[in-house]
Nanobody
Framework: QVELVESGGGLVQAGGSLRLSCAASGRTFSNYAMAWFRQAPGKEREFVAAISRSGGITTCADTVKGRFTISRDNAKNTVYLQMNSLKPEDTAVYYC??????????????????WGQGTQVTVAS
């Protein structure tokens, strides 16, 4: 069992920045690829960014490319999402997730075994 706890969400003006953190506990963190997903009201959960176990491979959605950066610190059992140049359409609940089966980061929610409770990000125009 892996427990994931997100933090760092909040209200920010368009063009601003936020850094989300996701702290993991329960199993060896470096054995899991990690990802961030988001879900806006009335919409399906969508992929944001993912990172491999070692942190050497990352991938992100086209909608956030060049603005968001995923990283991890295996010594701190934490994955981060640095979000810059935020837009109102980035408003959503952001979830981190852990995948213990694949070496490469996946964009598919069904590949992730563990999920955090989510943190709200609201971008005001």
């Amino acid at each position: 069992q892996v427990e994931l706890v997100e933090s760092g969400g909040g209200l920010v003006q368009a063009g601003g920045s936020l850094r989300l953190s996701c702290a993991a506990s329960g199993r060896t963190f470096s054995n899991y690829a990690m990802a961030w997903f988001r879900q806006a009201p009335g919409k399906e959960r969508e992929f944001v960014a993912a990172i491999s176990r070692s942190g050497g491979i990352t991938t992100c959605a086209d909608t956030v490319k060049g603005r968001f950066t995923i990283s991890r610190d295996n010594a701190k059992n934490t994955v981060y999402l640095q979000m810059n140049s935020l837009k109102p359409e980035d408003t959503a609940v952001y979830y981190c997730a852990a995948d213990g089966d694949r070496l490469s980061p996946s964009r598919w929610p069904s590949h992730y075994d563990y999920w955090g409770q989510g943190t709200q990000v609201t971008v005001a125009s």
